[in-house]
């Protein structure tokens, strides 16, 4: 789980959907210690200008250590990194935060893997390593439109049972994800990533329902490394869970960094 | 025994307020957390000193979110100086970093000078902090919120009651969003003040024009990185021509030739902040740096230091 900085080469990036693109990255040996939920941050460019780093979730981590993420352009700093072709080097930062916790021991009981567009990625590696331990989760992925859709090969070579939602029914169910979720019979356990109006339907469900749910959450960061707090995330401070204690906050609720505790956190813990 | 390499390193051998430093690389407070966060990466004990996060009274809550947005070749913050308080820090940060090399500089805010005063008292019974570095860029409450560091009668109070309630050097960290950066110099200096660090971030906004409103929740923030070092470097210029005690030089410092400009204006030592986030080990490259170009030039560090006037 310890971090590392290093450059390493782009092995190979592909564009999979409009403005979506598939990078792999070269080996390091911190990354065989990665856990699904975890993230990089990436230096864009050579220079100083964009500044910060990029946090992007580890898609796939190969035995060699090479690790894929998949990411969308949309702005300077990830514009820049859609230009860049094999051959060309990028630092990083990581692995990063606390990921999603496993379940202790194999499940019959219904794992839910929820994902809403970008946020999709990071269950990748989740799924994979749920089916290393003989888990085949239902993944449930929502998308604005067949042409945004990704990654349905990967959950499906892990055997995956998948089902996919798009807001115009262009490509499966006509609907949002959170309809196919309430679909499932009896979930034990749910895992989410994806847009934050997305998050909070699906830890509303859970909660109501006492399921147990973990989501990923997503804040602009500075450091990526827990100290210049720019990335906090308001959550409940509950009996008989202790507070951080770094923590701080008001009555009832805590702050804590995304980048640290996070991104992935218990649901009926988030204040959304 | 004695090899090269330590011939090299003895070069960078300094004090600043009477704090004796392996060398003249800092990292700035705000940026290092409590200097745990950034162990696991790189060998800390090669840094010259820590200063550490800004620690107040009781627990600072900080401000709503988004406290960070990137700027060209900058980031504007509104963090709130959020801290766990001194308590905290005595109790769980402190043991730790006392057991490391580098020299212990301990940010302390408040809202009311009196406030200071007790952050200072407290942690003039611990052992292991070299200095106190004073922000003064905190809002006056008794003032309706008007920082201390922007007036000079305020600023010379705080540093005064801070200087009666500790026995360690007591560093001003200067802010620079006033006109004449002097004079708030020469009033901490004339309050006590062993040396003054300078230069706290540069109060700027960003617009998000998709959502119509301020890119951060708290509307104002603090600008740092390279894009404000230029005006850094004027700073130090400034000050080091107006008062007699050492500076610490920071805004904007990525690399050494950065640090070197700081160090001919006039710096005795650097802090590195922003760049920090981007390359946690920027502050070692800027040492090996100056190593590097003080052997190279036959000079040491402190032959260095203003060379530019
Ligand atoms: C833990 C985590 C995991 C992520 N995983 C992925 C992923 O797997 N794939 C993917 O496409 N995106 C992911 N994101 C979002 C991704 O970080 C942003 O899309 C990216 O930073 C945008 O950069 P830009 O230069 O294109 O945008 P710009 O708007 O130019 O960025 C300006 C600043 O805002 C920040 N920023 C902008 N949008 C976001 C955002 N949504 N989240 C966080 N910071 C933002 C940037 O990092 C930068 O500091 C993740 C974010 C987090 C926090
Ligand atoms: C996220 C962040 C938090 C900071 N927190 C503090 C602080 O607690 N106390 C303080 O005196 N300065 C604080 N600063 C200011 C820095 O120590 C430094 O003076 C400033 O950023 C300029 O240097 P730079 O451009 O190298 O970052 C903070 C800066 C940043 C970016
Ligand atoms: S990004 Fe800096 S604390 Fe999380």
């Known amino acids: 789980m310890t971090a590392a900085e290093f450059t390493t080469p782009i092995l190979k990036q592909t564009r999979i959907a409009e403005d979506i693109y598939n990078l792999t990255l070269g080996p390091h040996p911190a990354m065989l210690t990665a856990t699904p939920g975890q993230f990089v941050q990436l230096a864009v460019g050579p220079t100083w200008d964009p500044l910060l780093r990029r946090p992007f979730s580890i898609c796939y981590v190969k035995d060699d250590g090479a690790f894929n993420i998949l990411y969308r352009a949309q702005g300077k700093g990830t514009a820049l990194l859609a230009h860049l072709c094999a051959g060309a080097s990028v630092n990083v ?38 089916s290393n331990m003989g888990i085949r989760p239902h993944v449930t992925l929502g998308f604005t439109n067949a042409d945004q859709v990704i990654c349905e090969e990967y959950f499906r070579a892990c055997g995956a049972h998948l089902s996919i939602a798009t ?23 749910i895992y989410a990533c994806g847009p934050r109006g997305m998050l909070a339907a699906v830890a509303h469900f859970a909660n109501t329902r006492r399921i147990s749910c973990q989501v990923s959450m997503e804040e602009h960061m500075a450091c990526g490394m827990g ?46 | 025994m004695s090899t090269t390499q330590d011939h090299e390193t003895n070069l960078l051998v300094t004090q600043i307020a009477g704090i004796a430093l392996d060398n003249p ?38 401000n709503p979110m988004p406290r960070i947005v990137e700027t060209p070749a900058g980031m504007l913050n509104a963090i709130g100086l959020q801290n766990p308080g001194v308590a905290y820090f ?11 090399k580098p020299a212990v500089i301990v940010n302390v805010i408040g809202k009311t000078v009196e406030e200071y005063a007790e952050v200072a008292t407290r942690l ?24 201390f560091g922007t007036d000079p009668v305020a600023a010379a109070e705080v540093v005064a009651a801070v200087k009666a309630s500790t026995s360690l050097p007591v560093i001003p960290k200067l802010s620079p969003n006033v006109t004449d950066i002097t004079a708030m110099a020469r009033a901490v200096v004339d309050a006590g003040a062993s040396a003054v660090s300078l230069v706290n971030t540069f ?107």
Not at chain 1, 229 to 254: E, I, R, S, Y
Not at chain 2, 32 to 60: C, N, Q
Not at chain 2, 137 to 147: H, R
Request: hydrophobic share 45%; proline share 7%; net charge negative.
């Open chain 2, 25 to 62: 690389v800092m990292v700035a407070s705000g940026t290092f957390g409590y200097g745990r966060e950034y162990a696991t990466l790189m060998d800390i004990d090669r840094l010259g000193a820590i200063m550490v996060k800004g620690v107040s009274v009781t627990p600072w809550t900080g």
């Open chain 2, 124 to 147: 003039d019974q611990e052992q292991g902090i070299a200095a106190l570095e004073v922000n003064i860029s905190c809002p006056n409450v008794k003032e309706g919120g008007i920082a």
């Open chain 2, 90 to 100: 005595c109790r769980e940060a402190l043991p730790w970093l006392r057991q490391r």
């Open chain 1, 227 to 272: 100290v210049c707090l720019g990335c906090v995330c308001k959550t409940k401070v509950t009996a008989p869970a202790a507070p951080q204690p770094n923590a701080v906050g008001g009555p009832g609720w805590q702050w804590q960094r995304v980048c640290m505790e996070g991104p992935v956190f218990d649901a009926a813990e988030v204040i959304f």
């Open chain 1, 167 to 189: 807001d115009d029914g262009s490509y499966g169910y006509h609907g949002l994800v959170t309809e196919l979720l309430e679909q499932i019979n009896k979930p034990a356990l």
């Open chain 1, 93 to 130: 930062l990581g692995p990063l935060g606390h990921g999603f916790t496993l379940p202790q021991a194999p499940t019959s009981d219904p794992i839910v893997l929820v994902g809403g567009g970008i946020g999709t990625p990071p269950l990748v590696f989740l799924a994979q390593s749920l």
């Open chain 2, 203 to 309: 109060l700027g906004m960003a617009i998000d024009v998709r959502k119509k409103r301020p890119a951060l929740a708290n509307v104002m923030g603090g600008l740092s990185g390279p894009a404000i070092r230029p005006l850094a470097v004027r700073m130090v210029w400034q000050v080091y021509e107006a008062v007699q005690v050492p500076i610490i030089g920071m805004g904007g410092i990525t690399c050494v030739e950065d640090a070197l400009e700081f160090i001919m204006a006039g710096a005795g030592a650097v802090a590195v902040g922003t760049a920090t986030f981007r390359h946690p080990t920027t502050a070692l490259q800027v040492c090996a740096g100056l190593a590097a170009y003080c052997k190279a030039e036959g000079v040491t560090i402190n032959e260095l230091v203003g060379v530019a006037h």
